[in-house]
């Protein structure tokens, strides 16, 4: 069966004081709802995240796909190590394009979520703590949600974290973060993956997840939403 053909995806320039962040949103034809999907690294949207995007979009999803570094903050080379584990700055950037999507008038009457991967799963649960009523669900995929300190008990929204069976550390923080988390909750761990979940086969089993996760969450308010999908 061949794909339905998508619509383009407009790039978009939030402002952020003197700098801007920069990202690709897609809307398809009555979207069920809207995926935030920030990169935390800071490095470029790549094939991984522009197919997971596609593929959401397929299933029904808006998703605006972002750096949550800015072009400044990139070029320091090394030095931009340093922002990518400021919690703070990139919770702010998530509460930034929040906003941005909740004013843009395409976007404003979806349901959203937050997909996150990296240290931006951090920023994001930080967010999604701010924004309790507005944030219907989180998916955090081989993310650094321990990161998030404090704000894991404020979560509202359901939360599944995503990590690989070869990660016994990084399965370590994501149980940790877990006992902490106040929302509805469940930990998948991806049988035969790495640590960073590159594998084909990863791609299209978290994309399945992502997909039920995020149709479950969307279909209440989040302070409505009881117990967690199992996908």
Not at 131 to 153: C, E, I, N, Y
Not at 189 to 197: A, D, N, W, Y
Request: glycine share 10%.
């Amino acid at each position: 069966m061949v794909p339905p053909q998508l619509p383009p995806r407009a790039k978009i320039r939030v402002p952020l004081g003197r700098f801007a962040l920069g990202g690709s949103l897609g809307v398809p034809e009555k979207a069920k709802g809207l995926v935030l999907m920030g990169l935390g690294s800071g490095g470029s949207p790549g094939a991984r995240n522009t197919d997971l995007a596609a593929t959401l979009e397929r299933s029904g999803f808006a998703t605006l796909l972002f750096d949550l570094l800015t072009d400044e903050e990139k070029a320091r080379g090394p030095l931009a190590s340093g922002f990518r584990f400021d919690v703070d700055r990139l919770a702010e950037r998530w509460s930034r394009l929040t906003d941005w999507v909740g004013k843009n008038e395409s976007t404003a009457p979806l349901p959203l979520g937050y997909f996150a991967s990296s240290t931006g799963a951090s920023g994001a649960l930080v967010s999604a703590a701010r924004h309790p009523r507005t944030v219907a669900g989180v998916v955090s995929r081989g993310g650094r949600p321990d990161l998030a300190g404090p704000a894991l008990a404020r979560v509202r929204a359901p939360t599944l974290l995503i990590v690989g069976e070869q990660d016994s550390s990084l399965r370590t923080l994501n149980e940790h973060a877990q006992t902490r988390l106040s929302a509805p909750s469940r930990l998948v761990v991806v049988p035969g993956t790495s640590e960073q979940l590159r594998e084909a086969a990863a791609a299209e089993h978290i994309s399945g997840l992502a997909s039920s996760w995020f149709d479950y969450c969307f279909q209440k308010p989040p302070e409505e939403t009881g117990v967690s999908p199992r996908p």
